[in-house]
């Protein structure tokens, strides 16, 4: 499944958690670059998803997905899709002419450049969304999990290379991954997606699955990001 | 073939090339079946067949490619039939995203297809597809053309909006890979035929090559994927194509060897006498991978990036102040630059370096065209190769060693060329013999097979205060390229003004005067109003502006002053509210604000009434960003903030280093600090906001970029003797590589401290690597930049 998604709005909200403002509201200069980094991402970029579903055993290490040649390794992937019988991998990504706005930005005005880094974040994050309802109405009475992504927990980013193969990624979505396993473009989201037939008691998102729990400032501060 | 592949049990995620090795005879039946259809051209099965995507293979390259080429001749000489057909070797993207956008280097992928163009040396033909990145297929076009002398096919994939997953425009693609000597472009995979009727249009209209299409099957279904047209359909849509002048057809995802009987059927009955010629393709043009500039009215080309009698400039080469040069590219095409000429020679730097440097740098930032200026071949060349889409090159002129050395290279790379109507006797002073030079240039151009359009003839401007009928002479001339020639001009306008008061006026009237002679590329400063100004006069007067809209959307809001000794003007009451009190008091107010144009000001007027620029840095900028910065530690202030005050002390740095430089004193900084994004990690950000923040409390920040050799910033410690090293990386997966360029660090015994930091790292994972320092932000790293310089 390949789908182009139209992004109407972005959700000033997320982008202002990213910035690290928590509750604090911007002031009307970093609104002013919010709502010009909105305009300017919403033109430059080309969001798109696809998914494949794929019949999902556990075997020693990790998930074996049926038909194909690929095992999502570790125990995170083993606890993520505890009583699934299946698992959706998704790719979505903004496209590269975001990559490019960024890069300009960077050399304008880097506190533009930051503001749509974290726009860009919410933004592929909407479109992981709309990939998620889409899912849901083509299968309607099976149970999802949340969005885990490559690189969570011990699930190795690594895989990237064969998970983006099955989806056929470069053709399909324009998406590549670096030797240093980066998503090219850079706001691209790859992450599985467990499916049940009954109710699934999982775990929420939260801070034991996050690589960034030991240095994040939120929990410095006794807070949480919200994710 | 993968399709065909995977119905016969190549399981998902499998590597269809490994079946050459495997499964010989099912790859050959295959191919007997699209050659029993009809097929004049089989594809080898070795779309994926380079390094990168074999690398997790038991067999190499070669074997793979050669065996599949062996299977395709094999399965062609048991063909029927009175034509032989042919096989091609097929070459698909590397599966790695080049710079700027992912890590693969131009030499890299050259490297990748070489490796392939030998192994399949026994092919008919090459066919390079299925591309969306056009400087991948810029690599793979010349590791075809530099490797074997087979004819070569390329085809890119384009989206419904006529643009490659990575932007490409098709004006972009053909007239880059036409002058880059592909024997046929076009387009596959993508969409249907219907849908890619629209890609073939615009693509007749920037070549002469014949023409490609090998479309899908229609578009896949949202909810089942399988793709619409019958092959019935199929063929009578590829009609559509033959109709638009297409020659050569073929069948992408989801056709099999139904759709190729289909259209082979549909092209035996297909009446090929009834297709009007195509128009020929005449235009003079250049483009970036993104952009195409065509010359059919006058374009500018922005003279900034050059360091000839800039003081500022030569500093920023000297530096490696990239950014600086950036900045040059931006503000001129903010006013208007079409084109930018990029001139980077300086005694005493590595000029094909910094040239290919610069070239990719600004790529990767500005969509507008390049002028490569160099006097140097060897430079020029590098930065031909380097180039994504189709520059212009200057130049050559009428004598024998220039045109011997820079017109192969024109050919070779398929560049617009500047001529310089001079030779080795100097400019001739006459109309007559400047165009008897062109005319020389132009003759053993055509010889080498320069599209005659590609050439474009400068005049010369000479300065009209030494010789003052030389205005009327170069006009002239220009006149008479345009009548007799019939080719396109430019001239550099700057200098005829040279020696004489109000140059702007003189400038901008000759301006005026060439473009009415035809003058097609003036090459100016377009960050003078008059400048830009006379030229959108110009375009409204002579027709090229449809309704004035542009000049409208320029000057809709202008107000111009109608008397000098009127009521105060507005600037003058700003200018004398800021030399009113306080002014440092005002200065640290706007840094803290980060009010960009009123801390250059405030810094302007500080400057005026006698404050040394030393007293400005230390006593108002600096306690300003530490004020910001403490609330930033503190979270009353938060990351955009933070640098919205570092960008205001740019603004005021930006004033203090310009009058430095005027004034030929030592440049600002408190110390040199060479920061990295380390190897395998192209998250820069981090990386950049660390940068503008050092930068702004002085610091002199040797930037090397990211995805950085741990041996090169060895290398750079070293030479700039930096007491500090700053290393950034994003991924867990490129933490290693932070850490083998701290070993090679301390290894050379180099007298640095190491900061680190970046998303995942940790205080104590900091210190296991052996850096000295963990800066969780931007603000801890000012902070241990303080600790290691003082202040």
């Known amino acids: 499944m390949r789908q182009t998604v139209e992004l109407n709005g972005l959700q000033y909200a997320e982008a202002i958690r990213y910035l690290g403002y928590g509750d604090a509201m911007p002031g009307e200069d970093v609104l002013a670059l919010l709502r010009a980094g909105e305009q300017a991402l919403l033109a430059a970029a080309t969001p798109q998803f696809a998914y494949r579903v794929f019949s999902a055993q556990a075997v020693q290490g990790g998930i074996a997905l049926v038909g194909t040649q690929l095992i999502l390794r570790g125990n995170s992937i083993l606890e993520h899709l505890a009583g699934c019988d299946q698992a959706a991998l998704l790719c979505a990504t903004l496209g590269a002419g975001v990559d490019a706005l960024t890069r300009t930005a960077q050399v304008r005005d880097m506190a533009q450049a930051v503001v749509l880094d974290a726009l860009g974040s919410a933004a592929v994050e909407q479109v992981c969304a709309r990939a998620e309802e889409h899912m849901r109405a083509s299968f309607p009475n099976r149970f999802f999990t949340y969005r885990f992504g490559l690189g969570y927990g011990d699930l190795p980013l690594a895989q990237a290379g064969e998970f983006f193969q099955l989806l056929d990624a470069s053709r399909a979505l324009g998406v590549a991954v670096t030797a240093g396993n980066s998503f ?39 807070d949480r990001c919200g994710y | 073939m993968g399709t065909m ?119 008919d033909l090459i066919v390079i597809e299925t591309m969306s990145d056009l400087l991948e297929v810029k690599a793979a076009l010349l590791a075809a053309k530099e490797n074997a002398s087979l004819p070569v096919v390329c085809t890119m994939t384009f989206e419904r909006s006529l643009r490659t997953f990575t932007g490409v425009n098709v004006p972009a693609m053909a007239m880059t890979l036409e002058g880059l000597g592909a024997d046929a472009i076009g387009v596959n995979c993508s969409m249907g035929p219907l849908e890619l009727i629209p890609a073939i249009e ?11 299409v090998k479309a899908n099957a229609g578009l896949p279904d949202p909810a089942t994927s399988a793709y619409t047209l019958t092959p019935t359909d199929f063929a009578a849509a590829m009609a559509r194509m033959a109709d638009l002048g297409v020659q050569i057809f073929g069948g992408c995802c989801g056709t099999d060897e139904r759709f190729i009987q289909a259209l082979h059927a549909m092209l035996l009955k297909y009446d090929f006498t009834k297709v009007p010629p195509r128009p020929q393709v005449t235009h003079t043009a250049v483009c970036s991978a993104t952009r195409a500039v065509v010359i059919d009215q006058p374009r500018i080309i922005g003279e900034r990036i050059n360091p000839t009698g800039k003081k500022r400039f030569k500093q920023a080469l000297q530096e490696r102040d990239i950014d600086y040069i950036l900045d040059q590219a931006l503000e001129q095409v903010d006013a208007g630059a079409d084109i930018l000429d990029v001139n980077v020679g300086l005694p005493g730097i590595d000029e094909t370096e910094m040239m290919v440097t610069c070239v990719q740098e600004l790529q990767a930032v500005v969509d507008t065209p390049l002028q490569i200026d160099s006097a140097s071949p060897a430079v020029v060349e590098a930065a031909l190769r380097a180039y994504n889409g189709k520059p212009i090159v200057n130049s050559v002129n009428g004598e024998e060693t220039s045109m011997a050395s820079v017109l192969p290279l024109v050919k070779k790379y398929g560049a617009c060329l500047l001529c310089l109507t001079l030779d080795e006797n100097g400019i001739p002073q006459t109309v007559e013999e400047r165009i008897a030079i062109a005319k020389r240039i132009v003759e053993r151009a055509l010889r080498l097979g320069i599209p005659r359009e590609n050439l474009i003839i400068d005049c010369l401007t000479l300065t009209v205060s030494a010789e003052q009928d030389g205005a009327a002479q170069t006009l002239q001339a220009v006149a008479r390229v345009k009548r007799e020639l019939g080719l396109k001009t430019v001239l550099g306008v700057s200098n005829v003004s040279f020696g004489l008061p109000n140059r ?32 959108r006069a110009f375009k409204v007067l002579a027709g090229y502006d449809r309704s004035a809209e542009d000049f409208i959307r320029h ?70 960003l530490d004020a910001v910065g403490s609330l930033f530690e503190v979270g009353k202030v938060f990351l955009p903030q933070l640098i919205l005050a570092a960008a205001a002390a740019q603004a005021s740095f930006a004033v203090l280093r310009a009058q430095l ?74 933490l290693p590589s932070m850490e083998s360029t701290i070993s090679l660090l301390r290894q050379a015994n180099l007298p640095c401290k190491v900061m680190v930091g970046g998303a995942v790292l940790t205080p104590d994972y900091a210190q296991t690597i052996g850096a000295d320092y963990y800066a969780k932000d931007a603000k801890a790293a000012v902070d241990v930049a303080k600790r290691i310089y003082g202040g």
């Open chain 2, 5 to 123: 592949l995977q119905a016969r049990g190549l399981p998902l995620g499998g590597l269809p090339e490994e079946m050459n090795m495997t499964a010989p005879q099912m790859v050959q039946e295959i191919h007997a079946l699209y050659l029993a259809a009809g097929a004049d051209v089989v594809y080898t099965n070795t779309f994926g067949a380079n390094a990168y995507k074999l690398s997790r293979s038991r067999y190499a390259v070669t074997e793979v490619i050669e065996a599949a080429v062996a299977i395709a001749k094999a399965a062609c000489g048991q063909a029927q039939g009175e034509r032989r057909p042919l096989v091609a070797l097929d070459i698909g993207p590397l599966g790695r995203m080049m710079r700027p956008a992912g890590d693969l280097s131009f030499d890299e992928a050259y490297g990748y297809f070489k490796e392939q163009v030998l192994a399949g040396r026994d092919a």
């Open chain 1, 184 to 222: 090219v473009p850079r706001k691209t989201v790859a992450c599985v997606i467990g499916m049940s037939e009954r109710e699934i008691q999982s775990m929420r998102k939260g801070c034991a699955t996050c690589n960034l729990r030991k240095t994040c400032g939120y929990r410095a501060r006794g």
């Open chain 2, 555 to 624: 000057y809709a809001d202008t107000v111009v002053k109608t008397s000098v000794s009127g009521p105060a003007q507005p600037a003058a009451q700003a200018e004398a509210a800021i030399a009113g009190a306080d002014l440092p008091g005002k200065l640290r107010h706007a840094i803290e604000a980060g009010l960009k144009a009123e801390s250059g000001a405030y810094t302007q007027a500080l400057l005026k009434a006698g404050t040394s620029a030393m007293d400005i840095i230390e006593g108002t900028l600096i306690p300003a």
């Open chain 2, 661 to 734: 430089a005027q004034s030929e004193s030592a440049p600002i900084s408190r110390g040199k600090i060479v920061l990295a994004t380390v190897k395998g990690d192209i998250h820069d950000i981090g990386k950049n906001i660390v940068k503008v923040l050092l930068e702004n409390y002085g610091y002199t920040v040797i930037d090397l970029g990211k995805d950085v050799e741990p041996q090169s910033v060895v290398e750079a410690a070293k030479a700039h003797g930096a007491k500090l090293v700053g290393l950034s990386a994003l991924m867990t997966t490129t």
């Open chain 2, 202 to 212: 615009e693509m007749r209209q920037y070549t002469n090559l014949p023409l490609v």
């Open chain 2, 504 to 535: 702007e006026l003189v400038n901008s009237t000759f301006l005026t005067m060439a473009l009415q002679m035809g003058l097609d590329l003036p090459i100016l400063n377009p960050n003078i109003p008059a400048m830009t100004g006379a030229f």
